[in-house]
């Protein structure tokens, strides 16, 4: 519970605009890690050039907040949103490894943009790596071999 509190005194900024910071990080997911663009089917094709201040990068990346928003506002009693993440993550083939990706470039995004101190930005990744776990499980049982 402590870890989620931690992150959360540092959420304010990215919720307060989620297009914005949603479009940081998939911007930086892409440029950092260019294969993962071909997961986004609706943003496959954008150059890379294009991807910062682009309206479907950052609305696609605002989606992605919202939900870690609400990941980390359940404090740990997020059976029912990781089933959802893992259905429609797992059905478009998503690599587990993706989220461990993602998650360090919201960390960075965090720190930059909000503040996250040291404590925040390991508090953050160890909440992650519960849900990422969470989440494969969930993978292994509706059968997705991602």
């Given at each position: 519970?402590?870890?989620?509190?931690?992150v959360l005194k540092f959420w304010g900024?990215?919720?307060?605009?989620?297009?914005?910071?949603?479009?940081?990080?998939?911007?930086?997911?892409?440029?950092?890690?260019?294969?993962?663009?071909?997961?986004?089917?609706?943003?496959?094709?954008?150059?890379?050039?294009?991807?910062?201040?682009?309206?479907?990068?950052?609305?696609?990346?605002?989606?992605?907040?919202?939900?870690?928003?609400?990941?980390?506002?359940?404090?740990?009693?997020?059976?029912?949103?990781?089933?959802?993440?893992?259905?429609?993550?797992?059905?478009?083939?998503?690599?587990?490894?993706?989220?461990?990706?993602?998650?360090?470039?919201?960390?960075?995004?965090?720190?930059?943009?909000?503040?996250?101190?040291?404590?925040?930005?390991?508090?953050?990744?160890?909440?992650?790596?519960?849900?990422?776990?969470?989440?494969?499980?969930?993978?292994?049982?509706?059968?997705?071999?991602?």
């Open positions: 519970m402590a870890d989620f509190d931690m900024p990215v919720e307060a605009d989620y297009s914005t910071h949603g479009g940081l990080v998939l911007t930086r997911l892409f440029k950092e890690h260019p294969d993962t663009q071909k997961l986004f089917p609706k943003l496959a094709g954008i150059p890379q050039a294009d991807l910062a201040g682009n309206a479907a990068v950052s609305a696609q990346g605002a989606i992605a907040l919202k939900s870690l928003g609400d990941l980390l506002k359940a404090k740990g009693n997020h059976a029912a949103i990781v089933k959802v993440l893992a259905t429609t993550h797992g059905s478009h083939k998503v690599p587990i490894d993706n989220f461990k990706l993602i998650t360090e470039i919201v960390v960075k995004v965090m720190e930059e943009k909000a503040g996250l101190d040291a404590a925040g930005q390991k508090a953050l990744k160890d909440v992650m790596a519960v849900v990422i776990s969470d989440i494969a499980t969930n993978y292994k049982e509706l059968g997705f071999t991602c």
